[in-house]
């Protein structure tokens, strides 16, 4: 799967150890479709490297020297132009540690184990640079609560959601309740076409980068609670 411009994806690698860096690049650029094109042994590097090459898609350490993939991770987004941020990937020897979800607080798309098999490492890839997820829905839901039960100072004002219709509230708080869209098509009755297409709408309306950032959203605006089914 390439990008509209017809080019392979713009992968970076951030991590503090030479071999994992190696390990990735080989798996990645043995692919026709992305190519790695920028190596950072720590979050400082990575984000200067990135003041001045664009990618598509970075693969972000977050125990590191300098700094972490957390900090590195918010500012890599604030620097980049609007309509021209990285999807990041945060990647973690533990599923769901505190330093993913303070990744995703920060605006990572998803995370990924490092003991990933190759084949999910390159879907990972694929799959959040289209926009989706890279996280299975029943963690998506587990990491979303952690994240909302985490003290956080300005909570997000309900009236974000007015300009969503009502079958895209639906469609949100499903999203918010861990369904995939084949999920969701069942629910609601309607074609997993469509609801990809109503996926689509709600991250333009909420102006999220990705279908995490929606659900955050769902959930910090009480669409969503904690604990629903």
Do not use: W
């Not at 995370?111 to 989706?132: M, N, W, Y």
């Amino acid at each position: 799967m390439t990008d509209p411009l017809d080019r392979p994806l713009r992968i970076a690698l951030v991590d503090d150890q030479p071999l994992v860096r190696a390990g990735f690049a080989m798996v990645i650029d043995s692919q026709d479709d992305m190519e790695v094109v920028v190596q950072a042994s720590d979050g400082a590097a990575a984000v200067e490297e990135l003041r001045a090459r664009r990618v598509d898609v970075v693969l972000m350490d977050v125990r590191m020297p300098r700094k972490d993939g957390i900090e590195a991770t918010a500012e890599i987004l604030a620097q980049a132009p609007e309509g021209r941020a990285p999807k990041i990937i945060v990647l973690t020897t533990f599923d769901l540690d505190e330093y993913v979800v303070a990744a995703i607080r920060a605006g990572a798309s998803g995370f990924l184990l490092k003991d990933a098999q190759p084949e999910d490492l390159l879907g990972a890839i694929r799959t959040v640079h289209s926009g989706d997820a890279v996280i299975a829905p029943s963690a998506t839901r587990r990491l979303l609560e952690r994240v909302v039960a985490a003290p956080e100072p300005e909570q997000q004002d309900a009236s974000v959601l007015e300009n969503l219709t009502e079958r895209e509230r639906e469609v949100l708080t499903l999203m918010g309740r861990g369904f995939s869209n084949q999920e969701i098509g069942a629910e609601l009755f309607v074609a997993e076409a469509t609801v990809k297409t109503h996926v689509g709408r709600v991250l333009a309306k909420l102006g999220a980068r990705d279908r995490v950032q929606a659900v955050i959203i769902a959930f910090e605006t009480g669409l969503v609670s904690p604990g629903a089914h």
